[in-house]
C-alpha cells in the first residue's frame, strides 16, 4: 500500500501547482480587464469632452487671465492646491483655434509640478489652483500666459496660440 501514497501526492502537488497557475493566469486576465476598461473610459471622455466643448463668445476671453471652467467637482474634504503646493494632473492640450491636441498624459503618468513654479506654463499653474483631488476643468489659456512670444516646435504649437486644457487634479501634497 506505501506505492498507492505516492501517485496521490503526485496528484496533490499537481493539483496545488494548477491552483497557483490559475490564480496567476486570473489575476492577469483580471489587470488585463482593468486596463481595457480604463482605455475605454478614457477614449469615451476624450470624445464626450471634444463633443461638448462650447465656444465662450471671445468677449468674455481675458487676454491676461485664464478662463476656468468647472466640468466636475472631486472630493468636498480634500487638500487645495494653493501655491507652493505639489500637484499632480491629467491633462489634454488642444489649440483653441482648431482643437488640434498636441499634448496628452491620458495613457501615461500623472504630470507632477510644484504650484507657482517654472516647470509648466503660468496659464496652467493659474489655472489649477484652488482644485481638489478629483475635479475636472477646461482652461482656456491666452497667449500672454501660454507661449506667447517663442511657440511650441515640437509640438506644433504657433506663436500666440490661445490653448485649451483639459484638467483632472490626481494629487495634491
Same mark, same amino acid.
Given at each position: 500500500? @506505501?506505492?498507492?501514497?505516492?501517485?496521490?501526492?503526485?496528484?496533490?502537488?499537481?493539483?496545488?501547482?494548477?491552483?497557483?497557475?490559475?490564480?496567476?493566469?486570473?489575476?492577469?486576465?483580471?489587470?488585463?480587464?482593468?486596463t481595457?476598461?480604463?482605455?475605454?473610459?478614457?477614449?469615451?471622455?476624450?470624445?464626450?469632452?471634444?463633443s461638448?466643448?462650447?465656444?465662450?463668445?471671445e468677449?468674455?476671453?481675458?487676454p491676461n487671465?485664464?478662463?476656468?471652467?468647472?466640468?466636475?467637482k472631486?472630493?468636498?474634504?480634500?487638500?487645495?492646491a494653493?501655491?507652493?503646493?505639489?500637484?499632480?494632473?491629467?491633462?489634454?492640450?488642444?489649440?483653441?483655434?482648431t482643437?488640434?491636441?498636441?499634448?496628452?498624459?491620458?495613457?501615461?503618468s @500623472?504630470?507632477?509640478?510644484r504650484?507657482?513654479?517654472?516647470?509648466?506654463i503660468?496659464g496652467?499653474?493659474?489655472?489649477?489652483?484652488?482644485?481638489?483631488?478629483?475635479?475636472?476643468?477646461?482652461?482656456i489659456?491666452? @497667449?500672454?500666459?501660454?507661449?506667447?512670444?517663442?511657440?511650441?516646435?515640437?509640438e506644433?504649437?504657433?506663436?500666440n496660440?490661445?490653448?485649451?486644457?483639459?484638467?483632472?487634479?490626481?494629487?495634491?501634497?
Amino acid at each position: 500500500m @506505501p506505492g498507492s501514497q505516492k501517485p496521490e501526492t503526485d496528484k496533490a502537488i499537481e493539483s496545488s501547482a494548477d491552483v497557483t497557475l490559475s490564480k496567476k493566469k486570473r489575476k492577469k486576465e483580471r489587470k488585463e480587464e482593468t486596463t481595457g476598461r480604463k482605455k475605454q473610459a478614457t477614449e469615451k471622455n476624450m470624445e464626450k469632452e471634444a463633443s461638448s466643448t462650447k465656444k465662450l463668445p471671445e468677449s468674455e476671453l481675458s487676454p491676461n487671465e485664464v478662463t476656468v471652467e468647472e466640468i466636475e467637482k472631486g472630493k468636498s474634504d480634500g487638500k487645495v492646491a494653493v501655491q507652493g503646493k505639489k500637484v499632480s494632473i491629467l491633462y489634454t492640450a488642444k489649440l483653441k483655434d482648431t482643437g488640434k491636441v498636441f499634448e496628452s498624459n491620458l495613457e501615461g503618468s @500623472p504630470l507632477k509640478f510644484r504650484l507657482g513654479g517654472e516647470k509648466v506654463i503660468k496659464g496652467l499653474s493659474n489655472g489649477v489652483e484652488g482644485m481638489r483631488v478629483g475635479d475636472k476643468r477646461r482652461l482656456i489659456i491666452p @497667449p500672454s500666459l501660454g507661449y506667447s512670444e517663442e511657440g511650441l516646435k515640437k509640438e506644433n504649437v504657433p506663436k500666440n496660440s490661445w490653448l485649451v486644457y483639459e484638467v483632472e487634479a490626481v494629487k495634491v501634497r
